[in-house]
């Protein structure tokens, strides 16, 4: 299964990408998980990076498109893959079908401006690992740490000014790869508003898994 997650940030798709990683046993590739472990790690790409994300602007289309072709390219990869945060503009998309990646399906999470706030303002997320926390959704275990062990910090773009203008990029230049892949007929919509076990249960029917 090659599978795109497709929605606004704050839409849950690192959430439910977790639970169809384990399901259906193939890797989540993330862009913004790699990204911000260059950020961390303080390597050029991360420092390339830091300067986009700390706007909440998209990293140019050919430093991301390079990254993810590299990581589609590697052996854990050959039966399927979740891209999760990619493609997140046209020509990103047309990169992937170019490189002659054959996507099955588009999960798209529906979820409205409103609620998308709300929901970032409150996230949380592993230092180490990346999985994603929220304090009144997802809170984090009673010792304070991930199920990991990692450390649980707030992401930096995860401010109110940064969201707005996450959301603003995110219909400019993310919402119309879901026509481009809808004219393919790949699209499949979740309504992504309710809770994570209601937005996983309908994904889970969606997807027919
Ligand atoms: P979210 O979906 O919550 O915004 P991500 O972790 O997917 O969070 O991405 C965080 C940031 O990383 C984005 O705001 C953007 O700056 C950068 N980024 C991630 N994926 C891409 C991509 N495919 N193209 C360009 N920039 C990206
Ligand atoms: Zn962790």
């Not at 990204?35 to 990076?49: C, S, V």
């Not at 940064?162 to 603003?168: E, L, Y």
């Amino acid at each position: 299964m090659k599978l795109i997650l497709l929605g606004p940030p704050g839409a849950g798709k690192g959430t439910q990408a977790e639970v169809l990683t384990k399901k259906l046993g193939i890797e989540t590739i993330s862009t913004g998980v790699m990204l911000r472990a260059a950020m961390r790690d303080g390597t050029d790409l991360g420092k390339l990076a830091k300067e986009y994300i700390d706007q909440g602007k998209l990293v140019p289309d050919e430093v991301v498109v390079g990254i993810v072709k590299e990581r589609l390219s590697q052996d854990d990869c050959k039966n399927g893959f979740i891209l999760d945060g990619f493609p997140r503009t046209i020509p990103q998309a047309e990169a992937l079908t170019n490189a002659g990646v054959e996507i099955d399906k588009v999960l798209s999470l529906e979820v409205d401006d409103e609620i998308i706030v709300e929901r970032l303002t409150g996230r949380r997320e592993c230092k180490a690992c990346g999985t994603p926390y929220h304090i009144k959704n997802k809170p984090v275990p009673e010792s304070g740490k991930c199920v990991c062990g990692g450390e649980i910090i707030q992401r930096a773009d995860d401010n109110e000014e940064t969201i707005r203008n996450r959301i603003k990029v995110y219909h400019e230049q993310t919402e119309p790869i879901k026509e481009y892949y809808a004219s393919l007929g790949k699209v499949v919509s979740v309504d992504s508003a309710g809770t994570v076990e209601e937005t996983n249960a309908a994904v889970i029917s969606a997807l027919g898994l």
